[in-house]
T-cell receptor
Framework: KQEVTQIPAALSVPEGENLVLNCSFT??????LQWFRQDPGKGLTSLLL?????REQTSGRLNASLDKSSGRSTLYIAASQPGDSATYLC????????????FGTGTRLKVLA | KAGVTQTPRYLIKTRGQQVTLSCSPI?????VSWYQQTPGQGLQFLFE???????NKGNFPGRFSGRQFSNSRSEMNVSTLELGDSALYLC????????????FGPGTRLLVL
């Protein structure tokens, strides 16, 4: 059974720090992996999508990497800002008779001004 | 282009009642997926509709059902509400199928008393 784990569950950092969020999955036969951001009480905003054939994707201050063999993805946030405070979720898409998304439990990030 | 909209945003019901939630996808998107998010279980996939047909279903009891209309708008129904159904219900739309990038709505927060 595919499990998606995110560590740490919560993180508090001072503004300006570079930080790394981790996502681990148990089954390497994924189709792709997506990072989302969720603000309190709100829906999800897609940040980066990495296809299984790719190693990384970049968007602005965000960089996501994917290592299928080790079942890991990292989201790197450079020069963090208070506006980055949110919960970050990773989701893997895999084939289970049909395509399904499995979401991690998230990392709650707080960037202090 | 308008994003995914969900109505109502907040809802309070009592045990045993039924509820209907609505989702309007991004214009031109034909796939709508529904998710339940709770603090204990995280984000879990409910079902996906494409071209008015349910294409994919998660592990939820039959009390949870949905449908999609010809204009791609979707409704989700929960009958005989239980306390454990209290959650944030999110819908996501994608251009064709749910394995493409999904765009999430703000969610409907349901409280069952």
């Amino acid at each position: 059974k595919q499990e998606v784990t995110q560590i740490p569950a919560a993180l508090s950092v001072p503004e300006g720090e570079n930080l790394v969020l981790n996502c681990s999955f148990t089954d390497s036969a994924i189709y792709n992996l997506q990072w989302f951001r969720q603000d309190p009480g709100k829906g999800l905003t897609s940040l980066l999508l990495i296809q299984s054939s790719q190693r990384e994707q970049t968007s602005g201050r965000l960089n996501a990497s994917l290592d299928k063999s080790s079942g890991r993805s990292t989201l790197y946030i450079a020069a963090s800002q208070p506006g980055d405070s949110a919960t970050y979720l990773c989701a893997v898409k895999l084939w289970l008779g049909t395509y399904k998304y499995i979401f991690g439990t998230g990392t709650r990030l707080k960037v202090l001004a | 282009k308008a994003g995914v909209t969900q109505t109502p945003r907040y809802l309070i019901k009592t045990r045993g009642q039924q509820v209907t939630l609505s989702c309007s996808p991004i214009s031109g998107h034909r796939s709508v997926s529904w998710y339940q998010q709770t603090p204990g279980q995280g984000l879990q996939f409910l079902f996906e509709y494409f071209s008015e047909t349910q294409r994919n279903k998660g592990n939820f009891p039959g009390r949870f059902s949905g449908r999609q209309f010809s204009n791609s708008r979707s409704e989700m129904n929960v009958s005989t509400l239980e306390l454990g159904d209290s959650a944030l219900y999110l819908c996501a739309s994608s251009l064709r199928r749910s394995w493409e990038t999904q765009y999430f709505g703000p969610g409907t927060r349901l409280l069952v008393l």
